[in-house]
T-cell receptor
Framework: GQQLNQSPQSMFIQEGEDVSMNCTSS?????WLWYKQDPGEGPVLLIA?????ELTSNGRLTAQFGITRKDSFLNISASIPSDVGIYFC???????????FGAGTTVTVRA | EPEVTQTPSHQVTQMGQEVILRCVPI?????FYWYRQILGQKVEFLVS????????KSEIFDDQFSVERPDGSNFTLKIRSTKLEDSAMYFC????????????FGPGTRLLVL
């Protein structure tokens, strides 16, 4: 699969703070997906992006599909303890359907 | 809300034994996938399946692996002769590709090969 670079690798934040993470790829993606994974469970889809420049929100989550189609970011506003987990970006590259995953951003929220 | 289900949640097996991991994809989805995640690593693609045949597979998916859709609801992954390095979480996913490549994942089967 394609190589996705996800950053930061981990972050410790205070409850109520905003969180931002991003993903970049060397190749063009036609879909960007953001998942959250809790320990021992499967990835849960948070947001799906299908068009370059698209900005989509899901509650306190906002994600954007970069104009170049090679990057995406995810923001979490006003973090709460249940936001703890590992967040993965994923997507199929152009003319492909299998998902490549980023290495994940581990978010820890301090109350 | 419809979801992908997987059984068993945990499987312990001896090296060399065969295991079958089972999945029930979301009912109106047509595209099915298996991924695996070795502990502490990222999720890796194994195989995709559409119209009763494999559409793509990774280099991990060698001859010891096979997939099957034995009936209208189940999708299985068989590992013929397990190796220690097959120990991982195995995730099934399904999608319908309407509007884009969105895949929904099951809770996973944790496979431990001893």
């Amino acid at each position: 699969g394609q190589q996705l670079n996800q950053s930061p690798q981990s972050m410790f934040i205070q409850e109520g703070e905003d969180v931002s993470m991003n993903c970049t790829s060397s190749s063009i993606f036609n879909t960007w997906l953001w998942y959250k994974q809790d320990p021992g469970e499967g990835p849960v889809l948070l947001i799906a992006l299908y068009k370059a420049g698209e900005l989509t929100s899901n509650g306190r989550l906002t994600a954007q599909f970069g104009i170049t189609r090679k990057d995406s970011f995810l923001n979490i506003s006003a973090s709460i303890p249940s936001d703890v987990g590992i967040y993965f970006c994923a997507g199929p590259s152009y003319n492909d359907y299998k998902l490549s995953f980023g290495a994940g951003t581990t978010v820890t929220v301090r109350a | 809300e419809p979801e992908v289900t997987q059984t068993p949640s945990h499987q312990v097996t001896q090296m060399g034994q065969e295991v079958i991991l089972r999945c029930v994809p979301i009912s109106n989805h047509l595209y099915f996938y298996w991924y695996r995640q070795i502990l502490g690593q990222k999720v890796e693609f194994l195989v995709s399946f559409y119209n009763n045949e494999i559409s793509e597979k990774s280099e991990i998916f060698d001859d010891q692996f096979s997939v099957e859709r034995p009936d209208g609801s189940n999708f299985t992954l068989k590992i013929r002769s397990t190796k220690l390095e097959d120990s991982a979480m195995y995730f099934c996913a399904s999608g319908d590709r309407r509007g884009g490549e969105t895949q929904y994942f099951g809770p996973g089967t944790r496979l431990l090969v001893l």
